[in-house]
């Protein structure tokens, strides 16, 4: 890397409590929870239930998930995520490549701070979600423009489609399904959404069915081979159809009894994929009589890292703005 690179990629991803802690959970979930993006309620009623009541008793269950999960170098999303840069900087030996979470640390501050300090004039904002959404990338871009004044900046808004991106998941479904066997289906688990939040035009379930249609394609798989479902739900609201959990077992009930299941929405592996997915929705399968197989998240691999290298050129060149 040049000693005074002037372009810059920043991977965002959502962000990772510091420690497996009841209040460096609690800590972390405040910040997460308290973006208007994610909870669009008005302050004065979901502060006092978010500080008296959620929080004091999220933090503790919380952490105790992560504790599951948690590696000897720290969280699974900050290791992978910071592996992941490193692998995209090799690529990029004349940019400056580096990482921050939108919620907690490495912040996005600190991390435009030191750019300017570097001398980078361009920075291209890649935020880590595949697919497009208010609740995840537009907060992202709220927080970019309040805090990179005399930077020039070029956005990765969406990247659910893009070639790169698309024949590396579909090879990571292949090689491992090479390895191990395939199974009888193939499961694609994203990230829930409220369903008010889609009916009010958030664009994210069209493109979580577009990602699925292209590597499904380019996996050679049939339309009865796979099924799309959301996961991670939270209050009591409806929210995006159908549920993983739900989808597992009707599974069951039709006979299948070896599931794969993989993450494609989530760039590298979190809570979310290794405790919900791997261990929780695995133990709930099992008691139905079948074995859900879980297949990583790209995390640092290569083509992963080549995708977004190259996805992050092309926008450098394009000049899109944030």
Request: charged share 25%.
């Amino acid at each position: 890397m040049p000693d005074t690179p002037e372009t810059a990629l920043l991977l965002v991803n959502l962000g990772t409590p510091s420690e497996p802690t009841p209040k460096a959970v609690r800590r972390y979930l405040g910040e997460f929870l308290g973006d208007p993006r994610v909870v669009p309620i008005p302050r004065l009623l979901w502060w006092p239930l978010l500080h008296g009541l959620i929080l004091p008793l999220r933090g503790s269950r919380s952490a105790e998930k992560y504790a599951q999960v948690w590696l000897p170098e720290g969280s699974p999303l900050a290791v992978h995520t910071q592996r992941l840069a490193v692998a995209v900087q090799a690529r990029l030996p004349q940019w400056r490549v580096a990482h921050a979470m939108r919620y907690g640390e490495p912040a996005l501050a600190d991390a435009f701070a030191r750019m300017r300090d570097e001398g980078v004039r361009d920075v291209v904002v890649l935020p880590l979600y595949p697919q497009y959404s208010t609740t995840t990338t537009a907060s992202v871009a709220d927080r970019v423009r309040e805090q990179a004044d005399g930077l020039r900046l070029h956005f990765v808004d969406d990247y659910s489609a893009d070639a790169g991106w698309i024949a590396a998941v579909a090879a990571s479904i292949r090689d491992w399904r090479a390895r191990h066997g395939a199974g009888e289906h193939l499961l694609f688990s994203f990230h829930g959404l409220p369903q008010r939040v889609a009916d009010a035009g958030d664009p994210y379930p069209r493109r979580c069915e577009a990602s699925v249609a292209a590597i499904a394609a380019a996996l050679g798989l049939a339309a009865g081979d796979w099924t799309l479902s959301y996961q991670s739900r939270f209050g009591r609201e409806a929210w995006l159809e159908p549920a993983t959990d739900a989808t597992l077992r009707k599974l069951a009930a039709r006979g299948a009894r070896r599931v794969d299941v993989v993450c494609p929405g989530f760039a590298v592996d979190c809570l979310e994929t290794l405790e919900e997915v791997a261990l929780g929705y695995a133990r709930g399968f099992a008691r139905l009589g079948g074995e859900l197989r879980y297949i990583p998240c790209l995390n640092a691999d290569a083509a992963h890292a080549d995708a977004l290298a190259a996805l992050a050129r092309r926008v450098r060149v394009r000049g899109d703005g944030a």
